[in-house]
């Protein structure tokens, strides 16, 4: 079994200052972990993805989120807000298993960008 | 290349009624998966499709139901509607490896409206 918690469902932060979102995980299998961002009325864009490599993953848009086994945790993060920045998160976990290709989505992370 | 494509983009249902939904995968990739968006939440999985297959069946009703095409394109159908089918279904084509998957690419979606 393997699921995801989020653990702020609206995030708002000013302009240039830094951002972070908390995803703890659980699974039985060693997992891969993403994070997608949606913006209104849009489709779902990958951010970054960790597949058991590197423990620091750096994505597009100048976001980032370590993978930390012993607190279970994938939180993502970014130096400096920009307003283009204001959408949904989800944090997403997959097992490492052939054939096995059933992401489990967190519930979601809006984030808010005060100017 | 194209991306996932979905159609239609937005579909207007009435109750007992049945719709298909369809989805051409990212050329090459043979698996696709499909998910239901509730307004406000996270994506749900519904099923997978790898090589004309199901691999995977989500907690949903058997009202809902999938099949995958020799060209790995897929269609998505759910009879007898209910107001609570009204969602975002997002279809999803990923590529399979021993390792496990390492990306979805997610079309844009179909919004259904049950009225």
């Known amino acids: 079994a393997q699921s995801v918690t989020q653990l702020d469902s609206h995030v708002s932060v000013s302009e240039g200052t830094p951002v972070l979102l908390r995803c703890n995980y659980s699974?039985?299998?060693?997992?891969?972990l993403f994070w997608y961002v949606q913006h209104p009325n849009k489709g779902l864009q990958l951010l970054l993805k960790y597949t058991s490599a590197a423990t620091l993953v750096k994505g597009i848009n100048g976001f980032e989120a370590e993978f930390k086994k012993s607190e279970t945790s994938f939180h993502l993060t970014k130096p400096s807000a920009h307003m283009s920045d204001a959408a949904e998160y989800f944090c997403?976990?997959?097992?490492?298993?052939?054939?096995?290709?059933?992401?489990?989505f967190g519930t979601g992370t809006r984030l808010t960008i005060i100017p | 290349d194209a991306g996932v494509t979905q159609s239609p983009t937005h579909l207007i249902k009435t109750r007992g009624q049945h719709v298909t939904l369809r989805c051409s995968p990212i050329s090459g990739h043979k698996s696709v998966s499909w998910y239901q968006q509730v307004l406000g939440q996270g994506p749900q999985f519904i099923f997978q499709y790898y090589e004309k297959e199901e691999r995977g069946r989500g907690n949903f009703p058997d009202r809902f139901s999938a099949r995958q095409f020799p060209n790995y394109s897929s269609e998505l159908n759910v009879n007898a509607l209910l107001l609570g089918d009204s969602a975002l279904y997002l279809c999803a084509s990923s590529t399979s490896r021993q390792e496990g998957i390492t990306e979805a690419f997610f079309g844009q979606g179909t919004r259904l409206t049950v009225v």
């Open positions: 997403v976990v997959i097992p490492l298993s052939f054939g096995n290709e059933k992401l489990t």
């Open positions: 699974s039985s299998y060693s997992p891969s």
